[in-house]
């Protein structure tokens, strides 16, 4: 049999279109093949699965919060872009999932069966703060359903540490700071990290800063020294006229009427913000003795956020 003779030019053509090789481009990379993100363990409690169920779309919000806050918070830039660049990590969903960045308690009711807590944590470092953090609630939660005679709003406590520089919380959600970030850019002058908490799991009972101020105090101070007696409180440093004024009232009426009182405007609702209403003044005034009617009334005049 013969054969045609090949041109080696051909032959080079061949060999190139059989290797995928060119003439003036390298050969491709291989495509990295695809991770799934991890799943969600199965058997957690139903607060940390809801919690861990939003992760990813929590850390989308997260990071427009921080990024919105940078032009009015410029003193504390270098915390909050720490935040962003830890928020903006490809990975942190499945950082989180795998190393297993949460924790469960329960805090005991008064006025009910326990009250599950749920944290989630974004770094691993803050995992043993997470973990104190939960039992500042677990210590703080029965004294103010004490106080209030109510179940705790919601039924669960879910707390959201350290995505975010500063503090918000309400409807038994705490989006809180982390503690080695607040002493970091504040030194803790202003108030004990503890005592932030503390407020914003009463802002879950009270919307009114003033209001909800004198419960962080209240609830603070019982904590740390087991006192109603205002004399022996060891934290009452206080920026805010309405709520001396609420101190003022205290010493004057006394702790029994003065958690009567809160229960009374409970119901009320009164807003962040805003001065109380008459109604609210009114509600307020059913747990003062008549003979403070007077003093009281004037003292509630100054609380107006």
């Known amino acids: 049999m013969r054969f045609s003779r090949v041109p080696s030019a051909a032959l080079f053509l061949v060999a190139c279109v059989a290797s995928g090789c060119s003439d003036d481009q390298p050969p491709t990379a291989p ?113 103010l359903e004490t106080f209030m005679n109510v179940r705790f709003p919601g039924g669960t406590v879910r707390i959201w540490y350290g995505f975010k520089v500063g503090n918000s919380g309400g409807g038994g959600v705490l989006y809180t700071e982390d503690r080695t970030t607040y002493m970091a850019r504040t030194g803790g002058i202003n108030k004990p990290f503890s005592a932030i908490t503390m407020h914003e799991l009463s802002h879950s009972y009270i919307s009114n800063e003033c209001l909800n101020q004198f ?22 440093q206080n920026s805010l006229p309405g709520v001396a004024a609420l101190f003022d009232i205290y010493q004057l009426i006394g702790h029994d009427a003065m958690r009567d009182a809160y229960r009374a405007v409970y119901p009320l609702r009164p807003p962040y913000g805003s001065p109380l209403s008459q109604a609210v003044i009114q509600a307020f005034l059913t747990a003062v003795p008549l003979e403070h009617h007077a003093a009281v009334t004037a003292k509630l005049a100054a609380i107006d956020f």
Do not use: C
């Open 31 to 143: 495509t990295p093949a695809f991770t799934p993100p991890p799943s969600i363990p199965t058997g957690l409690s139903a607060p940390l699965t809801q919690m861990l169920n939003g992760l990813n779309a929590y850390i989308t919000s997260v990071k427009a919060e921080n990024q919105a806050s940078l032009p009015l918070n410029q003193q504390h830039r270098v915390f909050i872009e720490a935040k962003i660049a830890s928020l903006n990590s490809p990975t942190l969903f499945a950082d989180i999932i795998n190393g297993q960045r949460w924790q469960g308690s329960t805090a005991t009711s008064t006025v009910g069966p326990p009250v599950p807590i749920a944290t989630v944590f974004m770094l691993e470092s803050m995992r043993a703060e997470a973990g104190d953090n939960i039992r500042t609630i677990e210590l703080a939660l029965p004294l």
């Open 215 to 236: 419960l962080e105090f209240y609830i603070y101070n019982r904590v740390a020294t087991g006192a109603v007696d205002f004399s022996n409180w060891t934290y009452t």
